[in-house]
């Protein structure tokens, strides 16, 4: 099967991954916009349950991804000078830039096709020479938008409380 993947952000790349996993003779290319070493975002933040799936599905970006993890159980929560904190959740975080080079290296070892500076505009200029395209362009998609009318999105924006900074 030839897929293209319209979008090269962690999402795009762990699809481009698995698509490989599940069939080595998939021809998966992922074209994205920005360069390979741009980035938008501090970090991806993944509980234990996601860590599971991915050590599942793939062991050896997990691993990668895990090396550069910074763990932590407990969430504290400030309010007008009251500190309340809730411990258990069991989360791991990693800079998103990190992250994307890790799932960039594992995607080209196992032959996945990276075009970075690549804007498109239509899934239609793809529908023709692959036979799957899967969007994965991220808050902003245009895939998103051009299927508006099929996937009848429902985008909320609403004032953010939570920011969550790292620093190593």
Not at 70 to 77: F, H, L, S, T
Request: proline fraction near 2%; glycine fraction near 10%; aromatic fraction near 10%.
């Amino acid at each position: 099967m030839k897929i293209a993947c319209l979008g090269g952000g962690p999402a795009g790349l762990y699809f481009a991954i698995s698509m490989k996993l599940r069939d080595p003779d998939h021809d998966v290319t992922v074209i994205e916009r920005n360069k390979a070493d741009d980035t938008f975002g501090w970090g991806v933040v993944l509980s234990d349950d996601a860590l599971g799936n991915m050590q599942q599905n793939d062991p050896i970006s997990t691993q990668s991804i895990r090396e550069n993890f910074a763990y932590w159980d407990d969430i504290a929560v400030v309010h007008q000078g009251q500190r309340m904190v809730s411990g258990g959740h069991g989360f791991a975080g990693i800079g998103r830039k990190r992250m994307l080079i890790i799932l960039q290296a594992r995607a080209r070892e196992l032959g996945v096709k990276l075009q970075f500076e690549t804007v498109f505009k239509a899934v239609s200029e793809y529908q023709t020479e692959y036979d799957l395209v899967v969007g994965c362009d991220g808050i902003n998609s245009l895939v998103r938008h051009e299927f508006q009318d099929d996937f009848k999105p429902d985008i909320d924006v609403r004032l953010c409380k939570f920011i969550w900074l790292g620093t190593r």
